[in-house]
C-alpha cells in the first residue's frame, strides 16, 4: 500500500497541469479526495505545505475551491496554482509537522496532522563503480512503518536517469541494483534521497485522502565510473 500511494501521489502531480479541472461546488462534497504534502527541500531550506482535491480519487479531476470553501496549513492560508492546479504554501527553513485544514462548501472541517521524518546520506565514497550494486545508508532513524526511502542517481548523458526505493521497515539504507547501476554514463553525476512518511489521514470524506511528509536530502556530488 504504501508504495501504490508513493507512485500514484507522483503520477497525479505529473498529469496535474493536463487534467481537466473543475470548480468544487459542482461536485458532492463527499467525493473529494484530500491530498495533502508538507515537503521540506534542504537543496533550498524551504518547506512546502501542498494541498490538493480532485473528485473521487487521487487520481481524479482536479477541483479549484469554490467561496467560501479553503484550506489552510498551521492558520495561514494555501493559495491556489492555476498552472498545476494545487495550493501552496513557502516557508523559509524547516518545519517538522503542521496540520491542514479543510472546510468545504457545505461547512464541514476536517483537520490532518503531518509530519516529517529527516535523512542524510551516510557515508558514502565520490567515487562509485558502475560495476556492481550500489549501497546507499542514510543518518537517521530506521525506516518505520508507513515510510518509503527512495533515490534517483543521474549522470551526465540524456536519459540514464535511475530509481530505486525501499519500504523495508527497519532499513537503514537502500540498494540500487546492478542492472540499474550500468545504466548510468560515466563520468561526474548526482544522488538525490527522500524519505516519505505516509500515515493513513485520520479525517477525510467518503472519497478517501492521501497525505505525506516529505525530506529530501542534500543532493550527493559524485563520479560514476
Not at 495550493?87 to 485544514?101: L, W
Not at 472546510?103 to 509530519?115: A, P, Q, W
Request: proline share 3%; aromatic share 12%; hydrophobic share 40%.
Amino acid at each position: 500500500m504504501r508504495y501504490t500511494l508513493f507512485i500514484l501521489s507522483i503520477f497525479s502531480i505529473l498529469i496535474a497541469s493536463s487534467c481537466q479541472r473543475e470548480s468544487s461546488a459542482d461536485v458532492k462534497q463527499d467525493r473529494i479526495f484530500l491530498h495533502y504534502e508538507l515537503f521540506y527541500n534542504a537543496n533550498e531550506d524551504i518547506t512546502y505545505a501542498r494541498a490538493w482535491f480532485n473528485f473521487g480519487s487521487i487520481t481524479g479531476t482536479q477541483l479549484e475551491l469554490a467561496s467560501p470553501s479553503e484550506v489552510t496549513f498551521n492558520g495561514d492560508k494555501l493559495a491556489f496554482n492555476k498552472v498545476l492546479a494545487f495550493y501552496e504554501k513557502q516557508y523559509a527553513g524547516f518545519k517538522s509537522s503542521g496540520i491542514f485544514h479543510w472546510e468545504d462548501t457545505d461547512g464541514k472541517s476536517f483537520n490532518n496532522e503531518l509530519t516529517v521524518n529527516t535523512i542524510d546520506f551516510g557515508v558514502m565514497p565520490d567515487s562509485i563503480a558502475r560495476t556492481a550494486a550500489l549501497t546507499i545508508p542514510w543518518t537517521g532513524n530506521a525506516l518505520g512503518a508507513d515510510e518509503v526511502v527512495g533515490t534517483w542517481i543521474n549522470g551526465e548523458n540524456e536519459g540514464d536517469a535511475q530509481a530505486a526505493i525501499t519500504i523495508e521497515t527497519g532499513a537503514t539504507a537502500l540498494i540500487v541494483p546492478l542492472n540499474k547501476i550500468e545504466k548510468v554514463g560515466a563520468g561526474p553525476g548526482k544522488i538525490y534521497l527522500e524519505r516519505r512518511h505516509a500515515p493513513a489521514l485520520t479525517d477525510v470524506t467518503g472519497a478517501g485522502g492521501y497525505g505525506a511528509g516529505i525530506y529530501r536530502a542534500k543532493t550527493k556530488n559524485v563520479v560514476f565510473k
